[in-house]
């Protein structure tokens, strides 16, 4: 079990949707490659792409007891590294400047490894560069390593059968 330093609550996107202005910010400053004025990616559209529940592409948010938000993860079915690996994928991890290292960000990893789940996945995968570690200590294990952006970055699976046999 996870247990955040920060108490926070974790829901659908599409149960928080004043969220997402907040994170598509934190994206634009997080990611300038991709979601900067000169990128291809448009991070409000994708946001609003995963403000759903029960089917791909959906998101979690992780707010604080006064509905701030701290943070968000997503299930989708494509990410860096989807030419060779099935997925579906843990992407767009982000927990705000101000809030990390507080086991926010793990939170969010283990809803949505429940929320695979439940949608009936065997495996999920995520492609990670420094963060990795977030990964590995949950029992992630790498598999290889895919192109990005901001060049190569490791590609870790979750078995999500293993993980309902520990329970
Ligand atoms: C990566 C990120 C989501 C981590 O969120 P967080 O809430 O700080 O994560 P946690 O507090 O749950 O961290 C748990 C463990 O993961 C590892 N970890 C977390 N962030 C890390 C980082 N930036 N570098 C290396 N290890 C990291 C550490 O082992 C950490 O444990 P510790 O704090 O006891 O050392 C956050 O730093 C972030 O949003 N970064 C910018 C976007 C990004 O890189 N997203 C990841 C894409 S895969």
């Not at 792409?49 to 701030?68: E, F, I, K, N």
């Not at 809803?111 to 065997?122: H, N, T, Y």
Request: glycine share 10%; hydrophobic share 45%; with cysteine.
């Amino acid at each position: 079990m996870v247990r955040p330093a920060t108490t926070c609550q974790i829901v659908p996107l599409a149960a928080a949707p004043d969220a997402a202005p907040t994170l598509a910010r934190w994206f634009v400053e997080a990611r300038p490659p991709y979601y900067g004025d000169d990128g291809p990616g448009a991070a409000a559209a994708d946001l609003a792409a995963c403000a759903r529940t029960g089917s791909l592409p959906t998101a979690v948010v992780a707010l604080d007891s006064a509905g701030r938000t701290l943070g968000t993860a997503a299930l989708k079915r494509n990410s860096a590294g989807d030419a060779a690996f099935p997925g579906p994928w843990l992407a767009a991890l982000l927990v705000g400047p101000g809030h990390r290292r507080r086991g926010i960000g793990s939170a969010l990893v283990a809803a949505i490894e429940v929320e695979a789940v439940r949608q009936g996945f065997d495996a999920i995968y995520v492609s990670a560069d420094e963060a990795g570690a977030i990964f590995e200590r949950r029992g992630w294990l790498a598999v290889g390593e895919a192109p990005s952006l901001t060049g190569p970055v490791g590609v870790y699976r979750f078995e999500l059968a293993s993980s309902l046999e520990r329970c």
